[in-house]
């Protein structure tokens, strides 16, 4: 169940997100599929919704711009990981598989 | 601005403007089913698992039960209810007629949607659809035609 309502806003720019993303009770949004289903589930519980997904970033690794199928999203951690620990220069965390 | 309180998103969907007013937690969902009445689009789970929600924004597939209304704002949607007409279907819509890849139906508009998305992403042979599928559960069982029907209209 929806545990509660939360305020949305847009982040204008980077600088932006990272004053709106400090207040208290604020969590980022981007693509939506983390936080509301934790949202939804009760899990997380944000006041502020600070949305992220317009921002620039990173370009993507793929090409095409295809969505990620559930296939490899369910791999990207593993990879991630993997490209942590075998090669220490690269940059880790979701950026790695060309996640927006 | 209090929490909960109403914003105003526009959105394009199936090539026409609309303007709702909508508390910035609605998601895209529930605002396309509950304040613009277009009941195509299912909710299934609600959860991002069963794709039953599935719409494509600029051309790309999203669960529309996990995208927060706001974020679409200014965005070009699409549901069922911009794909084909009950005189003219589209070629994947008449090809899951002919494949009889449905039984119950409600999953359908998702399917549909998905794989026009694929379509796109020109998937190159019946793994790949069957991957590309993966995000659309059918509880029926249809999945087997409903791959077929897709890789009649790309051409496999």
């Not at chain 1, 980022?28 to 599929?33: D, L, N, Q, R």
């Not at chain 2, 609600?46 to 995208?67: E, F, H, N, P, Y």
């Amino acid at each position: 169940m929806k545990s509660s309502s939360f305020q949305y806003s847009r982040a204008a720019d980077v600088s932006d997100a990272f004053i709106q993303g400090s207040r208290s009770g604020a969590a980022y949004v981007a693509g939506g599929t983390d936080l509301l289903q934790l949202w939804k589930a009760g899990a997380m519980a944000p006041e502020g919704v600070v949305d992220i997904s317009r921002l620039p970033g990173p370009p993507p690794a793929r090409a095409s711009g295809r969505s990620p199928t559930t296939k490899e999203a369910s791999i990207r951690p593993r990879s991630a990981r993997t490209a942590a620990t075998s090669s220490p220069g690269r940059p880790t965390g979701r950026f790695v598989s060309g996640m927006p | 601005m209090s929490p909960g309180s109403s914003i105003n998103v526009s959105l394009k969907i199936n090539g026409r403007d609309h303007e709702v007013s909508a508390p910035g937690c609605d998601t895209l969902l529930d605002v396309l089913r509950d304040k613009l009445g277009m009941t195509g689009t299912k909710k299934g789970c609600d959860m991002g698992a069963c794709g039953a929600c599935t719409v494509l924004a600029d051309g790309r597939r999203i669960k529309s039960c996990l995208a927060l209304a706001a974020s679409y704002d200014g965005r070009s949607i699409t549901t069922i209810e911009g794909i084909g007409t009950l005189d003219n279907l589209h070629r994947l819509q008449a090809a899951f007629i002919r494949h009889d890849a449905l039984q119950c139906g409600y999953c359908t508009p998702g399917q549909i949607l998905s794989g026009l998305a694929l379509l796109d992403e020109k998937p190159g042979d019946l793994a790949a659809i069957r991957e590309g599928m993966s995000g659309n559960l059918c509880r029926c069982g249809a999945h087997p035609n409903i791959v077929a029907a897709i890789a009649e209209v790309a051409g496999l």
